[in-house]
């Protein structure tokens, strides 16, 4: 790199304007005033937050605390022509849609960490940002903390994933945790994690999958370029699992995981979201609290493991920063989607089960079981029979 090139990168400049000041926003905020300088000497990007939005005018005191001009009108930021990039933090599907497509439109860059959107409109928005070259940053979506999403597209460029489990949501894996550890059922958990701050009053994204969902889909996406119909992918939850599963789990050397799967099979894409019994000896289990893990196999660079804090203000914010600091050089560059892979059905999946059922206490029971399940052609791997 030439002199000349190293004195223009020290005074680049980024001017942000950032619509949303909840718990990431106000995190981000914080985390930019913070570490300014540490930024500008690793990025030589000098970042400056030239306006905030939010539609709740008491957020006003936020951006007050940080000494930021606020504005109650996003298209205020969208439409400033001084503004490089709009940061994306209201979650949620509209009004965010279009705040990020009509900033396409108006030359501007965009970091999101905005995965319920991504999931159901990744392909629409993809699109636009191509159409209009511009660049979107979107690490924060998937595995907070975790740089997970450059990883995967930029450091196993020259790699063919072919096999992905994660441990998406931490509120989940709290609770699981918690049945395991401490001998509670699912209510008592849920209600711990609930007064920790770990899950929400209204929990049900989490607990039946739906979060897990949504980061599974742009997973897909990076992995294997297909954006999965949501409505196609088998998803359960964990608010089924009782504690007599996870002692029998233990019992058996497993523990229970909220398991994200992704295999690709020649065109097939086997793709579905349900607790699974996974062993104790494989790094996914060892995945305790509110982190979160994701496993993945890619040729040739073989088994690797990210793990790290997956929500928050603060892990994500670190996220968000990262994309703003690496879009300033970056060239819009997209994902090819390959219309050649389908969705592999449930039904075509083959995997081992577990099955716990209640039975009278009479000779021959458990054979009369197993010849049932013979003619499903089911085989048995082990079996534990206890009395009531």
Known sequence: MSLSRKKLDHFMKKKIGIIGLGTIGEATLRSLKKYSSLINKRSSVDIEIKKVCDLNRNKSRVASKFSI????????????PDIDIIVELIGGIQPAKKYILKSFQKGKDVVTANKALLARCGKDIFAAAKKFKRNIGFEGSVCGAIPLIRSISEG?????????????????????????????DFSAALKEAQAKGFAEKKSRLDVEGIDTLHKLAILSYLCFGVWPDLEDVHVRGISSISLSDIIYARELSYKIKLLAVAKKENNKLDLRIHPAFVPDEHPIAQVN??????WLEAKPAGQLLFYGEGAGGAPTSSSVISDIANISFEKARFINEKGTICLKSTGNVMSRYYIRFMARDFPGVLAKASKILASFNISIASVTQKER
């Open 156 to 184: 196993l460029i020259g790699c063919e994933v072919t096999k992905l489990y994660g441990v998406l949501n931490g509120t989940t894996n709290y609770i699981l945790c918690k049945m395991e550890k401490e001998s509670m």
């Open 69 to 80: 001009p606020y504005t109650p009108d996003p298209y205020e930021l969208i439409n400033d």
């Open 289 to 294: 609290s509110a982190f979160n893990a994701v």
